[in-house]
């Protein structure tokens, strides 16, 4: 009797073990159900990045900012609706919505009701990162998308305002530990931002007015140039001095030198433990037993791409991306 109901216990965590096992992320999710699936996102990411050099940043942005909210289970690609996630003010300026609904199209024509718009987003980011000269890494698959948006959950997304205890917090939410808010802010080394955004660091950063000191007095009068008091707010700047358009670890060495240009960038350098994870990729063994920027970025997104993900019989597969079904 005692044998019986242990073979059944056995039988029972057995059944409920590979239910787990089948629900979770892997890679080449697809290789049966829709085995050119990579290659569609890939020639559509392709397609795109050769007539606008926007596409790497804009596409890594769009993936970041859906797993933040909510997990990455594409809800912020759904529209139309003024109180879409999307709408949500920490989401301004996203872009990139038209290659993910065009690569969701050309999958829809070939393995109809399959890949999900999350994994969409997730390989689309990859793809850009690899075209501009990012490392390449294998992205897990097999998410399903998500069945809310709604812009009240953006709420908490991190800010460039942010303190380093604030960013640190918002990440450690995610399971994410304060080296992925290193190499993850790092994607800032491709894309642009808009003055508005420089705006208080430049000229009201304290009650006193005035601008950032840890801003480089190099640096200063160059961004001020570029973002005048009360000039237009729209004028957009390279986040990466010297490398806006390379995936490289200059912005690092910028944060490091007083020439970041985004507050949250800069306060990297104000906190221990994220400066020394900095730090750890220019000391003087660092190119020979020091880690390496690539291997830690693209394992930060692989990491940042399990973020409350719904798996197996959760969520849906919508059929347009930008609605539900």
């Not at 024509?109 to 999350?118: E, F, H, I, K, L």
């Amino acid at each position: 009797m005692v044998q019986l109901m242990l073979f059944l216990i056995f039988m029972i965590s057995s059944s409920y073990l590979v239910g787990v096992s089948q629900a979770q992320l892997r890679v080449g999710f697809y290789e049966n159900s829709c085995p050119d699936a990579e290659t569609v996102v890939r020639n559509v990411v392709g397609e795109a990045a050769a007539t606008n050099q926007n596409v790497a940043p804009h596409l890594l942005r769009l993936h970041f900012h859906d797993c933040f909210v909510q997990g990455c289970e594409g809800s912020i690609l759904i529209k139309n609706s003024p109180t879409a996630e999307k709408e949500a003010f920490g989401h301004q300026g996203l872009q990139g919505f038209d290659v993910i609904e065009k690569a969701k199209a050309q999958l829809e024509a070939a393995c109809p009701g399959v890949v999900s718009c999350a994994d969409i987003v997730a390989l689309a980011a990859r793809d850009a990162i690899v075209l501009a000269n990012g490392p390449s890494y294998q992205v897990e698959t097999g998410r399903r998308d998500g069945m809310v948006s709604d812009k009240s959950l953006a709420d908490n997304m991190p800010d460039v305002t942010d303190s380093i205890e604030v960013l640190k917090a918002k990440f450690q939410q995610k399971g994410l530990t304060p080296k992925d808010l290193v190499v993850l802010s790092a994607a800032h080394t491709i894309g642009t931002t808009a003055c508005f955004f420089m705006t208080n660091r430049l000229y009201n950063f304290s009650s006193n007015g005035g601008s950032d000191s840890s801003i480089n007095p190099q640096f200063l009068p160059e961004l001020t140039r570029t973002c005048p008091k009360n000039g237009d707010v729209n004028v957009r700047l390279s986040m990466d001095r010297g490398s806006e358009q390379r995936f490289d670890n200059q912005i690092l060495k910028n944060i490091r030198e007083g020439f970041a240009v985004l507050q949250s960038d800069a306060s990297l350098y104000e906190d221990a433990a994220t400066r020394s994870v900095v730090d750890s990729y220019f000391g003087f063994f660092a190119p020979f037993i020091g880690p390496l920027f690539e291997d830690d970025f693209a394992a930060a997104m692989i990491k940042m791409g399990r973020i409350d993900v719904k798996t197996g019989s959760q969520g849906t597969i919508r059929r347009v991306c930008s609605s539900f079904n």
